[in-house]
């Protein structure tokens, strides 16, 4: 099985971040979570496991750790979203819900 960097652990860029609340995490998927980002509070997310490693036998079988995305000069980060995505009112939102999948 896939070994993962515990999304708890991921303090990166550390000049930044000072704490981490994960508050959704899927092994095989994506965590999301609620992050002191330069003092405010924010919601990032990130692929656990990014697609080419899928092909990796190493980093499958575990010998590996998975680094997922985003990654930044080896280390994972946190991408984090605007702050209007939660804001039902914004562009950004409406344009989410507009979208028919």
Same mark, same amino acid.
């Given at each position: 099985?896939?070994?993962?960097?515990? $999304?708890?652990?991921?303090?990166? $860029?550390q *000049?930044? !971040?000072?704490?981490?609340?994960?508050?959704?995490?899927?092994?095989?998927?994506?965590?999301? =979570?609620?992050?002191?980002? +330069? *003092?405010?509070?924010?919601?990032?997310?990130?692929? +656990?496991?990014? @697609? /080419?490693?899928?092909? *990796?036998?190493d980093?499958?079988?575990?010998?590996?750790?998975?680094? #997922? @995305?985003? !990654?930044? /000069? #080896?280390?994972?980060?946190?991408?984090? %979203?605007?702050?209007?995505? %939660?804001?039902?009112?914004?562009? !950004?939102?409406? =344009?989410? *819900?507009?979208?028919?999948?």
């Amino acid at each position: 099985m896939a070994n993962y960097r515990d $999304p708890k652990t991921i303090y990166s $860029p550390q *000049d930044m !971040i000072t704490d981490v609340d994960v508050i959704f995490e899927d092994h095989d998927t994506v965590s999301i =979570a609620k992050i002191k980002w +330069n *003092d405010n509070n924010v919601i990032g997310i990130r692929w +656990n496991i990014a @697609l /080419r490693e899928w092909d *990796d036998t190493d980093k499958m079988n575990g010998t590996k750790e998975c680094l #997922g @995305l985003p !990654i930044s /000069r #080896g280390y994972p980060t946190w991408f984090i %979203l605007p702050d209007q995505i %939660l804001d039902k009112n914004s562009d !950004i939102r409406k =344009a989410i *819900d507009s979208i028919k999948l």
